[in-house]
């Protein structure tokens, strides 16, 4: 699987941030047999890493 990198702000949609970025969040007929972002199909699953020091902890 290809790896995108990109900043996405706090609160931010993280579907439209992929692929605002390009990024293929879908793979053959997923890229048409989707739900278009209303999380029913679990189909643009992405896996999220943090850089550095966590914030979270500050918004407790």
Same mark, same amino acid.
């Given at each position: 699987?290809?790896?995108?990198?990109?900043? /996405?702000?706090?609160? /931010?949609?993280?579907? $439209? /941030? /992929?692929?605002?970025?390009?990024?293929? @969040?879908?793979?053959?007929?997923?890229?048409?047999?989707?739900?278009?972002?209303?999380?029913?199909?679990?189909?643009? @699953? @992405?896996? @999220?890493?943090?850089?550095?020091?966590? $914030?979270?902890?500050?918004?407790?």
């Amino acid at each position: 699987m290809k790896t995108y990198e990109f900043k /996405a702000g706090y609160g /931010a949609n993280l579907r $439209q /941030a /992929a692929l605002y970025n390009d990024a293929e @969040v879908y793979k053959g007929l997923n890229k048409f047999l989707n739900c278009r972002g209303s999380g029913l199909c679990a189909k643009c @699953v @992405v896996e @999220v890493e943090t850089y550095g020091k966590r $914030q979270w902890a500050n918004l407790l």
